[in-house]
Nanobody
Framework: QVQLVESGGGLVQAGGSLRLSCAASGRTFNTYTMGWFRQAPGKEREFVEA????????LYTDSVKGRFTISRDNAKNTVYLQMNSLKPEDTAVYYCAASTYSRGSYYRTQGYDYWGQGTQVTVSS
């Protein structure tokens, strides 16, 4: 079993920055691909970024490229999402997810088997 706890969300003005953290309990954290997803009210959960266990490969979407950066510190069992140049459309609950084995596309929720409870990010105009 893997437990994930997100933190770092809050209210910021457009153009501001936030750094989200996700602390994991897994003893083999360095083998998990970790992802960030977000979900706005009334919308489906969507992929943001992912990073492989050793940090060698990063997956991302064009909507956040150049603004968001995913990283991990395996010594601390923690993955981060640095968010810069935030826009109102980035407002959502942000979720951390872990993939402990290959099970599909890392761009989809079905590719992950453990999820955190989420942290709210609100960007005002």
């Amino acid at each position: 079993q893997v437990q994930l706890v997100e933190s770092g969300g809050g209210l910021v003005q457009a153009g501001g920055s936030l750094r989200l953290s996700c602390a994991a309990s897994g003893r083999t954290f360095n083998t998990y691909t970790m992802g960030w997803f977000r979900q706005a009210p009334g919308k489906e959960r969507e992929f943001v970024e992912a990073i492989t266990g050793n940090g060698g490969i990063t997956l991302y979407t064009d909507s956040v490229k150049g603004r968001f950066t995913i990283s991990r510190d395996n010594a601390k069992n923690t993955v981060y999402l640095q968010m810069n140049s935030l826009k109102p459309e980035d407002t959502a609950v942000y979720y951390c997810a872990a993939s402990t084995y290959s099970r599909g596309s890392y761009y989809r929720t079905q590719g992950y088997d453990y999820w955190g409870q989420g942290t709210q990010v609100t960007v005002s105009s």
